[in-house]
């Protein structure tokens, strides 16, 4: 065998190996969940009819959607949950939309002595997205809307 052809084929078994590999990797990252197109609202209850806080998202991963948690909190109350926290609050239904990403609606019905103890303004939604392979995505201000009377 000539060197001419020894020397190439080194270097392109070299490439194919890196290549194979480099796809390997590709192929074995898994992606975190992706929380898109967020919006929240507030109606607020009459004498005839309930309120509602509802909140609505499309979520994503490759791995398919396993559980959104979502819960809404007032700007004034300075809270701020965290990812952990997250993990204890109600869960959104999440319908497939599409190969691997879901419409999740989350609603919360008001009865007017309900939306009475609720604090005016500005109110945020945050949001622990988990995959059926386990990742998860923390959105700590998914969505905000306004609460009036």
């Known amino acids: ?5 020894l020397v190439p084929s080194a270097i392109g ?4 190996g890196a290549l194979a590999a480099g796809g390997y990797a ?4 898994a992606t975190e969940p992706t929380v898109e197109n967020g919006s929240a609202g507030y109606v607020a209850p009459s004498r005839k009819s309930e309120g509602k806080l509802s909140f609505t998202a499309d979520v ?3 791995s398919g959607v396993r559980e959104v ?11 701020d ?3 952990q926290e997250l993990r204890y609050v109600d869960k959104a239904t999440c319908r497939g939309t599409s190969d691997g990403t879901s419409r999740c609606t989350y609603t919360l019905k008001m009865t007017q002595r309900d939306a009475a103890d609720l604090a005016e303004g500005t109110w945020y939604v945050s949001v622990l997205a988990t995959a059926k392979d386990g990742d998860t995505t923390f959105v700590p201000r998914a969505a ?3 609460v009036t009377r």
């Open 1 to 5: 065998m000539s060197k001419h052809v």
């Open 13 to 16: 078994l070299v490439t194919l």
């Open 26 to 29: 590709m192929a074995s990252t």
């Open 60 to 62: 994503s991963d490759d």
């Open 69 to 79: 948690r979502v819960i809404a909190w007032p700007a004034s109350s300075e809270l």
């Open 81 to 83: 949950p965290t990812e």
């Open 144 to 146: 905000t809307f306004d």
